[in-house]
């Protein structure tokens, strides 16, 4: 999902660090990608965005808006944790069912909050 929540599984040892490496290079190259098409379809913008996909509000400051990041990706990472956890799954059976469900709704309300 991206590469807080694989160093969070690295951290915890749910995965190896060959696959945490492979994971955080495939990220990285998927947002290199990502930004070339946005590029591609719409270079005005992305000129005029100064090659971001978007800035702090004039009233947020450098440091509120890390901390707001802070707070919103540790949010977010135990919500995967929390969603992913075999053993709770084993004892609910809708747990599998409603994790993407559930991972989802976490980062689309971290965006309406922070984006």
């Known amino acids: 999902l991206n590469p807080a929540v694989t160093f969070a599984m690295l951290i915890a040892g749910r995965i190896s660090i060959l696959r945490a490496v492979t994971y955080v ?19 005005l913008g992305h000129r005029a965005a100064l090659g971001a996909a978007n800035r702090l509000n004039t009233w947020v400051t450098p440091g509120r808006g890390l901390g707001a990041e802070i707070l919103l990706t540790s949010i977010f990472v135990f919500i995967v944790f929390a969603a992913v956890d075999q053993i709770r799954g084993a004892n609910s059976a809708h747990l599998p069912v409603l994790a993407p469900f559930a991972i989802g709704i976490a980062i689309f309300m971290a965006h309406i909050v922070a984006v």
Do not use: M, T
């Open 25 to 43: 290079v495939c990220q990285l190259a998927g947002a290199i990608v990502g930004s070339a098409l946005v590029l591609a379809v719409d270079p």
